[in-house]
């Protein structure tokens, strides 16, 4: 059997990596994927923890995270569509209406 | 296997949130006219805050917590949301982004607030703030032809997607080192454990995660650009709704599952505070948009509600609580007068008010006297109570640099007096009255007063 500690490292390694890429990325798309990764990073550490805990309550988290992750997704993309259709635009750097 | 119907009593008032923001959704595709929709809206809001007192208790097995704490921030709830429907009604008129979402999603959002302030458990908390976050990127970008309400929308759902995800990291970390996601047992588990990294680890998590909730520097990054753009009704309602939400979990998380380590996470917001009240009130000073300034003004309050919090006595909480029920009514009141003029997003625009329009100018005067803190307005009661419920927990020091940050911000807010009784006006300044807004207005005002005479109405 695969030991816990193995899982939470590769959680945390994918998490640590969605967080890099979402602050060093500048495409919102990537940026989008990014904020998957790290979800994911977490489904991965709740599964392990409630399969070493021999409880359910993680896989229950588990099933939420991924619905409300959808519909996150959901929205985040069609918040991206309402942009791009006023301003060709899917890069942080030319979204600047606003600064100050 | 049996598995017993559970108790819907305490859950009554969401459930006719939900059900109500549901049926308007239908209503839309009905009406033409989206007026009834804002009164059904209103009438709903007050069915629920008819059913609250009666909502007592716990259920779901003790996910769901509703109790006298989480009672005071439904009320807040249900009078941000009907201030907001007030003041709206005409301006998204005006603005064209009249849906019937509007309202259902308003709905929505209270509810999840509503939820967030009653979990018991990490899962509901997750589930209601995802609710109440979701609803709001949708509202802040509501004027979907319009660039800078799409950017805000934009804005405001990387950085919130962003927190709630650390929000997950840090639950996961505590459900691996407690073998459980409900509060109170987190709490009697880390009553017998103490302090460990991990733990360390997913309180600073979960910290900066609902520091983002109730745009705490530094991670208030997003607040101006998304109150800037987003149409002011959501402004306001963002400005209220969501801070009061995310310190009614901060209360409930830190207060409940982390009471034993409270000497951990005093550390960590003392820090974000004192950060918080700096940054708020120094970049305001510079700001040239009325609802930039209003937005760096509320991650200002924001730093002084977490005074309370700091505090980590019941005093400091409750002081906490009528800050936030105080500043729902004085911001609020303060994004009404923004409405209510035709041109009132630039400070510029208030220059000389006081002479073609003196009772509108007299009204901005009250609320900004109120976000400044002077008496006899509400705004003096809510500092007064948080910088007492802050010294008698020995946190004088604290209290005197949350002091001269308040004296800062008097230049902002006076800024903009002065604007209105001492400089010549440019232009006549076109109003748009409404029946609602004016209702909304004198709700404001008259609660300012009477909170800042009667303190007791709000307190206990």
Redesign the interface.
């Known amino acids: 059997m695969v030991p816990l500690n193995w899982y939470i490292g590769l959680s945390s390694v994918i998490f640590m990596i969605g967080v890099v890429g979402f602050l060093i990325r500048r495409n919102i798309i990537v940026m989008l994927m990014s904020i998957e990764l790290m979800l994911n990073a977490v489904n991965i550490s709740l599964v392990a923890f409630s399969h070493y805990l021999q409880d359910l309550r993680g896989q229950i988290l588990v099933f939420f995270v991924i619905t409300v992750a959808a519909s996150e997704a959901a929205i985040g993309l069609a918040i991206l569509v309402a942009l791009y259709k006023n301003k060709a635009a899917v890069h942080t750097n030319e979204i600047t209406e606003m600064k100050g | 296997m049996n598995i017993p119907f559970p108790n819907l009593a305490p859950v009554t008032p969401e459930i006719i949130m939900a059900v109500a923001a549901s049926i308007i959704l239908i209503f839309d595709l009905i009406l033409k006219d989206k007026s009834p929709l804002a009164l059904l809206t209103i009438c709903v809001a007050g069915a629920t805050l008819y059913f609250i007192p009666s909502s007592l208790g716990e259920t779901f097995g003790g996910m769901f917590i509703s109790d006298s704490y989480s009672m005071y921030f439904k009320l807040i709830f249900m009078v941000n949301l009907i201030l907001t429907v007030l003041i709206s009604l005409k301006y998204i008129q005006r603005q064209k982004a009249e849906y019937g979402e509007y309202y259902s999603l308003l709905l929505f959002a209270t509810t999840g607030m509503m939820i967030m302030a009653s979990s018991g458990d990490l ?1 509901v908390l ?2 209601g703030l ?1 609710l109440m976050a ?1 609803s709001t ?2 509202l802040a ?1 509501i004027k ?5 309400s ?6 405001y ?2 950085l919130g ?2 927190s709630s ?2 929000l ?2 840090g ?3 505590i ?2 080192l407690t ?3 409900d509060i109170a047992k987190i709490a009697a588990y880390l009553k017998q454990t103490g302090t460990s990294t991990p733990l360390l680890m997913s309180m600073i998590l979960i910290a900066v995660s609902f520091s983002f909730k109730i745009a705490a520097a530094p991670f208030h990054m997003w607040a ?2 998304v109150y ?2 987003a149409p002011t009704s959501i402004t306001a309602f963002m400005s209220v709704g969501p801070k009061a939400a995310g310190f009614a979990v901060i209360g409930r998380v830190f207060y409940g599952a982390f009471q034993s380590v409270q000497a951990d996470w005093t550390g960590i917001l003392i820090g974000i505070a004192i950060l918080t009240m700096a940054v708020g009130n120094i970049i305001a000073l ?2 040239t ?1 009325i609802k ?1 300034m209003l937005a760096y003004s509320s991650i200002a309050h924001a730093g002084y509600a977490l005074l309370g919090v700091i505090a980590g006595t019941q005093a400091g909480l409750h002081a906490m609580m009528t800050y936030l029920m105080i500043y729902a009514f004085m911001n609020i009141g303060a994004f009404a007068i923004v409405i209510l003029l035709d041109k009132g997003e630039e400070i510029k625009d208030y220059n000389g008010l006081a002479k073609s329009r003196p009772a509108v100018a007299a009204l901005m005067l009250v609320f900004m006297f109120s976000l400044t803190g002077i008496p006899p307005t509400a705004g003096f009661i809510g500092k007064f109570n948080i910088f007492m419920a802050l010294i008698n927990a020995g946190y004088a020091w604290l209290a005197v640099i949350a002091v001269i940050f308040s004296s800062i911000s008097a230049y902002y807010y006076l800024r903009i007096v002065m604007n209105m009784y001492m400089k010549d006006m440019e232009e006549e300044a076109v109003i748009n009255p409404s029946p609602s807004l004016g209702l909304a207005i004198g709700i404001t005002v008259l609660m300012v007063f009477a909170i800042g005479i009667m303190p007791s109405i709000v307190i206990g």
Do not use: W
């Open positions: 899962i997750y589930l995802e979701l990127y949708i970008g979907r032809h319009d660039i800078k799409n950017e805000a929308a934009i804005k759902f990387l997607a962003f995800s650390l997950l990291y639950i996961s970390l459900y691996g073998t459980t996601t101006p650009d800037e753009g510079s700001q948009n930039r």
